[in-house]
Nanobody, 116 residues
């Protein structure tokens, strides 16, 4: 069973920054991609950004230029650097890991609240 441990959420003022971390118990060599999704109250969960095992990234238009996804293979960790945060970024952020087999795992979620 793959486990994901998230950290880094919190309360920040608009314009501020936060960095989320997600560490997987699975070897990076079995991972297809890891990424971040978010879900605001009353809304569907949506992709924020992901990074593949080959290093390719996919970032939602709503956060392009403000958020950056990266990884540390040695630590089996993916990061989401969030800059210039806006109140509409407020959501629970979830880490997702997809293995080469296609099996997906989710983290427990971390709350990000941006005050205006």
């Amino acid at each position: 069973q793959v486990q994901l441990v998230e950290s880094g959420g919190g309360l920040v003022q608009a314009g501020g920054s936060l960095r989320l971390s997600c560490t997987a118990s699975e070897s990076i060599f079995r991972i297809n991609y890891m990424g971040w999704y978010r879900q605001a109250p009353g809304k569907q969960r949506e992709l924020v950004a992901l990074i593949t095992s080959g290093g390719s990234t996919n970032t939602a238009d709503s956060v392009k230029g403000r958020f950056t996804v990266s990884r540390d293979n040695a630590k089996n960790t993916v990061y989401l650097q969030m800059n210039s945060l806006k109140p509409e970024d407020t959501a629970v952020y979830y880490c997702k890991l997809v293995l080469l087999t296609g099996t997906a795992y989710w983290g427990q979620g971390t709350q990000v609240t941006v005050s205006s």
